[in-house]
Every structure is written in structure tokens, then in C-alpha cells.
Nanobody
Framework: QVQLVESGGGLVHPGGSLRLSCAAS????????MGWFRQAPGKEREFLAA????????YYADSVKGRFTISRGNAQNTVYLQKNSLKPEDTAVYYC?????????????????WGQGTQVTVSS
């Protein structure tokens, strides 16, 4: 089992950048693929990005491709989401998730563990 804690959210101006972190507990972090999702008020959970166990493969939603970058540091038990060129529509609660079987796709139900989320607000 793995427990996930996101951090790094906050208020940022449009066009700004933010890096989210997701710290995982447990000795088996390196055996899980990781993903980032977000959910805005009144909207469904949205897939953003995912990374394979090794970190060598990534997958992005079209809506964030080129603006967001996912990476992981297995030695630090942490996965990151670097977000650039932020827009007001990026305002949401951001969640990280862990999946067994090296799944790094967009289906939220394929992820086994979730963090509590961190709020990101993009506003001038």
C-alpha cells in the first residue's frame, strides 16, 4: 500500500508557473506508475499526465501537452508536475494517483491510490 500527499498548490497569476509535488510513503513507490488529475468545481475529474514505473514513458492529455511536464524521482519517492503558462481554466484541485501493473493511461478507475488533493487557483 502507498499513501500520497500532494503539495505546492496556491494562487498564481495567469501566465505563471507552479510545480506540484506528490510524496509517497512506503517502500514500494518504485513499483507504481503515477498520474496527475484535476477536478474543477462542477466538472468531472480530468486526466492530465502519467509516468511509467521507470520514468521513461509519459503520457499527456492534449489539453496540457506542451505546458505541463510530469517527472518522478524514485529515490525521493516523489512525483512532480511542472505547470507553465497557466490559465484561469487551470484552476482546480489537483490530485496524484498511483497504479499497479505499470498502467500510465488516462482512466481514473485504473489507479489504486489517491492523494487528498491540492488547490491551484489561477487568477489576476
Amino acid at each position: 500500500q502507498v499513501q500520497l500527499v500532494e503539495s505546492g498548490g496556491g494562487l498564481v497569476h495567469p501566465g505563471g508557473s507552479l510545480r506540484l509535488s506528490c510524496a509517497a510513503s512506503g517502500r514500494t513507490f518504485g513499483s507504481y506508475s503515477m498520474g496527475w488529475f484535476r477536478q474543477a468545481p462542477g466538472k468531472e475529474r480530468e486526466f492530465l499526465a502519467a509516468v511509467s514505473v521507470s520514468g521513461g514513458n509519459t503520457y499527456y492529455a492534449d489539453s496540457v501537452k506542451g505546458r505541463f511536464t510530469i517527472s518522478r524521482g524514485n529515490a525521493q519517492n516523489t512525483v512532480y508536475l511542472q505547470k507553465n503558462s497557466l490559465k484561469p481554466e487551470d484552476t482546480a484541485v489537483y490530485y496524484c494517483a498511483a497504479a499497479r501493473n505499470n498502467y500510465y493511461g488516462s482512466k481514473w478507475f485504473a489507479y489504486d491510490y489517491w492523494g487528498q488533493g491540492t488547490q491551484v487557483t489561477v487568477s489576476s
